[in-house]
């Protein structure tokens, strides 16, 4: 069984920053690919960012050029670095894995098969 956790979300004020965390434990594909997603009150989950297991880095284009993904396969983690906070950015962040895929499923949450139970993120104008 493969778990994730999440942490690093918090509040802060617009132009901020915030690094998210997600620590991967249990067995799976050492290529897996890893994702991050949101969720803000009322919207459907959308795709924020997902990087390789090579570390080829698909952000969405919403934060392109604010948010960094990266991830340190020894220690199953991947990160979100998120610079330049807007409240727009508000919502609950979700990790993800899955199986290795091409980049246009990669952008999409059917895939991943596991989810963490996401961490909140709010930022005030």
């Known amino acids: 069984q493969v778990q994730l956790e999440e942490s690093g979300g918090g509040l802060v004020q617009a132009g901020d920053s915030l690094r998210l965390s997600c620590a991967a434990s249990?067995?799976?594909?050492?290529?897996?690919?890893m994702g991050w997603f949101r969720q803000a009150p009322g919207k459907e989950r959308e795709f924020v960012a997902a990087i390789t297991s090579g570390g080829s880095a698909v952000p969405a284009e919403s934060v392109e050029g604010r948010f960094t993904i990266s991830r340190n396969n020894a220690r199953n983690t991947q990160y979100l670095q998120m610079d330049n906070l807007k409240p727009e950015d508000t919502g609950v962040y979700y990790c993800?894995?899955?199986?290795?895929?091409?980049?246009?499923?990669?952008?999409?949450?059917?895939?991943?098969?596991?989810w963490g139970e996401g961490t909140q993120v709010t930022v005030s104008s």
């Open positions: 993800a894995l899955g199986r290795r895929t091409n980049i246009e499923t990669m952008r999409t949450a059917a895939g991943y098969s596991y």
């Open positions: 249990g067995r799976f594909a050492p290529n897996s690919a």
